[in-house]
């Protein structure tokens, strides 16, 4: 029954696959080369976003786009966490960053760095009530400004100004809700982005002193990849010499922006469908790594339950590697999976957490079949059954019975662990929640409705949980 | 006819012998008893001859042949068991619990098999209990369940521990009547410390005491000696 399920399953998962692979787009059809995959975070308007159809856009893909056209490549736009972004091109899941990355001498010497292809600076804006008198950034210590986690500005500011208490946080998103509601001072943030924001989104923030640096922004890439570096740098000249960087400036900074208020323009219906799309995939994921955790969890509960007789050599190894799945992280795993193995983000998630699952069920088929009494086995033998038979009719009922609502306990678990794999850019439902929150500026509404869509499936698993436990008890197959 | 010769066995890890030189024939024609107060080793020799565990000494043997060499897979139509605790399969009916080794051991179609277990439990008055659960039914019903279960093999021998432990005296005296009259099939060897019951049912027997054996012969004589020594 399991082998048809899984078949029937399988099918409609890779039609889940293949609608969800539309956020990395393909421009121009012609397959002259191999396409250039391209990194960026989907979430820095006005560089890159998510625009009302829920494409990728901005001046980054802009850029992007145009450098394809020089470079007479298709380009693949991938989204990626700005965390792992470095590391993501350093793994070869994409040949160039295009995200508004600033030149350091720290990632100059894992990279190589194009030409730049814009300037900006690090600039501090504040409320424009400016209830704490701040003028300049002389005048922030033991204030709390915030900045992005893992930009310069960071960095920046805890050696420059160890007074000042700086806040890391995830997006620039949630920096301009804390702002808003004054719950920080102030922030750091690029000048362009900071003004386009205030402008766009009609933010109560201004910028105050002059900047604090300059920063050269640019593309990098492998640093083996010479001959691409080189490409990118010639389209990179052209662009400025023809004025076509001029005019992609211009559409987004210039005084003419028509691109200004991009945040409300996400329609409801595209909204809708991109939650709609990022369930169906979280919970397709949730389904492919219980299925595999519960395949697998099987044998290894039978071995745990016999650390002696024929199959104890195996008893040790299946005992660590369960325990190590269970006392390390998932976190930790995934990004393993993604980065370490260089497997792609569906495999990896599906397969960390299946594998985890399976650790999780493992120990609860074990502690079933523990809880048969051996006489049951006995009778068994008694009545001429095969081992096999004893197995299949006698003790693995009466096991799976016990262990049903904790199985059920591990599914509410498991679904709520594929929260995680945003992280390694699966575009789960979470993912596609952080896309529109970059352009709504409506956090608390959508990773609520996120919330409620979790609850929907779990809750009514932890109901069921509960009441099999009570029929089980009732039968009497636990004391 | 089976036959125990220099029967020993010690539990490992245990210093002392359970049984010891046992040596007894168990004539077929009849219900045999083995007595003997708790602890005596009453079990454990039934243990042994239902191949259950390996005698340290000696061997079990059947018409003359050795029990170790029986075929695993057989040994248990010849020699059905049911045990002090029953062990009677919780999450099946009692129907399922009569089927599921004719069907799976014997492959007997399940039609066929339904029909002789709903004769069996017929035989035994329990045919109104055959859709029930074994936690739905009483003490003294589930031990007559779990005698059918054994019998639908049709063993030769049939071992039975403690067969009276969770019924009155009523019902007792049934079970009593009833196992003579399976008796033309099968061959009983009744494991007990119930001597009124032994009386009844059986002809010869063995005492055990400390896992040695005390007496053997004829029921009557060893309960009289029985009840002298006390
Ligand atoms: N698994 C075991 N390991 C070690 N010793 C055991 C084991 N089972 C039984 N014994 C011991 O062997 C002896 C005989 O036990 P056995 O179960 O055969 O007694 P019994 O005559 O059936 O008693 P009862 O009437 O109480 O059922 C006892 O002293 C008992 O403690
Ligand atoms: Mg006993």
């Not at chain 1, 923030?205 to 922004?217: H, K, R, S």
């Not at chain 1, 990179?236 to 005019?247: A, E, F, I, V």
């Not at chain 1, 003419?256 to 909204?271: C, H, L, N, W, Y």
């Amino acid at each position: 029954m399991f082998i048809m399920c899984y078949k029937k399953w399988t099918i409609y998962f890779l039609f889940f696959l293949s609608l969800t692979t539309s956020f990395t787009e393909k421009i121009y059809a012609q397959d002259r080369q191999p396409s250039m995959r391209v990194a960026l975070t989907g979430k820095y308007p006005p560089f890159s976003y998510y625009d009302k159809d829920g494409e990728l856009a901005g001046f980054d893909v802009d850029i992007s786009r145009e450098i394809g056209k020089y470079l007479n490549r298709d380009v693949e736009i991938i989204a990626a966490e700005w965390d792992g972004i470095l590391a993501g091109l350093l793994a070869n899941k994409y040949d160039a960053i295009i995200g508004s990355m600033a030149i350091t001498p720290e990632r100059a010497k894992a990279v190589n760095f194009s030409l730049p292809y814009y300037q900006s600076g690090a600039q501090l804006f504040v409320h424009r009530d400016n209830p704490s008198k701040i003028y300049g950034i002389n005048e922030c210590n033991d204030k709390k400004i915030a900045a992005v986690l893992g930009e310069t500005y960071q960095r920046y500011l805890d050696e420059k100004y160890p007074n000042i208490d700086v806040v890391t946080l995830k997006s620039s998103v949630e920096i301009f809700e804390l702002l808003e509601a004054k719950r920080i001072q102030g922030f750091v943030s690029d000048r362009l982005v900071g003004s386009w924001q205030i402008k766009s989104a009609d933010r109560p923030f201004v910028p105050v002193g002059p900047m604090l640096y300059a920063e050269d922004i640019a593309i990098p890439v492998r640093k083996q990849d010479k001959k691409l570096l080189e490409q990118i740098n010639n389209a990179l000249m052209q662009m400025r010499s023809d004025g076509t960087m001029q005019k992609i400036h211009d559409k987004y900074f210039g005084l003419s922006s028509k691109t200004a208020d991009i945040g409300s323009q996400m329609s409801q219906s595209v909204i809708i469908k991109k939650l709609a799309k990022g369930f169906i995939v979280t919970l397709s994921i949730a389904f492919a790594s219980l299925l595999i955790g519960f395949v697998l969890a099987i044998p290894c509960g039978l071995i745990l339950n016999q650390s002696t007789g024929k199959w104890k050599l195996l008893y040790w190894p299946v005992r660590t590697i369960i325990d190590f799945l269970r006392g390390t992280p998932v976190l930790i795993q995934l990004l393993f999976a993604w980065m370490g193995l260089g497997l792609s983000p569906y495999v990896a998630a599906i397969g960390t957490l299946g594998i985890n699952s399976m650790a999780y069920m493992a120990e609860v088929i074990r502690s079933g079949l523990m809880s048969v009494d051996p006489g049951q086995t006995r009778a068994g033998r008694a009545l001429n059954l095969s081992k096999v038979q004893i197995f299949r009719f006698v003790v693995w009922p009466q096991a799976f019975r016990v262990a049903i609502p904790s199985i059920m306990n591990s599914i509410v678990a498991l679904t709520k662990d594929t929260a995680l794999v945003a992280v390694i850019s699966v575009a789960e439902v979470i993912r596609e929640a952080q896309a529109i929150i970059s352009v709504t500026f409506e956090p608390s509404k959508y990773y609520f409705i996120v919330a409620v869509m979790f609850f929907v499936i779990t809750f009514p698993l932890m109901k069921m949980a509960g009441v099999l436990e009570k029929k089980i008890r009732q039968k009497g197959f636990v004391q | 006819m089976i036959e125990i010769h220099d029967l020993s066995y010690k539990y490992p890890g245990s210093k002392v012998n359970a049984l010891h030189d046992i040596n007894v024939k168990l004539p077929p024609e009849h219900v045999f008893a083995i007595l003997g107060h708790s602890g005596s080793g009453k079990t454990t020799l039934l243990n042994c001859i239902a191949q259950f565990l390996r005698p340290t000494i000696g061997k079990v043997t059947i018409d003359g042949q050795n029990i170790a060499t029986i075929d695993k897979k057989t040994i248990h139509s010849i020699v059905g068991v049911v045990f002090q605790k029953l062990n009677l399969f919780p999450h099946l009916t009692v129907m399922k619990n009569m089927t599921l080794a004719p069907i799976n051991a014997l492959g007997i179609p399940e039609k066929q098999a339904q029909k002789s277990a709903m004769e069996m439990l017929e035989k035994l008055s329990i045919a109104d209990l055959a859709q029930r659960y074994p936690l739905q039914i009483s003490g003294g019903q589930a031990q007559r369940v779990a005698i059918a279960r054994a019998l639908m093999l049709q063993p030769r021998y049939m071992l039975l521990d403690e067969p009276t432990s969770a019924l009155d005296s009523q019902t007792t005296s049934d079970f009593a009547e009833w196992l003579t009259e399976l008796q033309e099939e099968t061959c009983f060897i009744i494991v007990t410390h119930d001597l009124p019951f032994a009386q009844q049912v059986a002809s010869h027997g063995i005492f055990l005491q400390d896992g040695v054996m005390k007496t053997e012969g004829n029921i009557q004589e060893i309960i009289d000696q029985q009840t002298a020594s006390v």
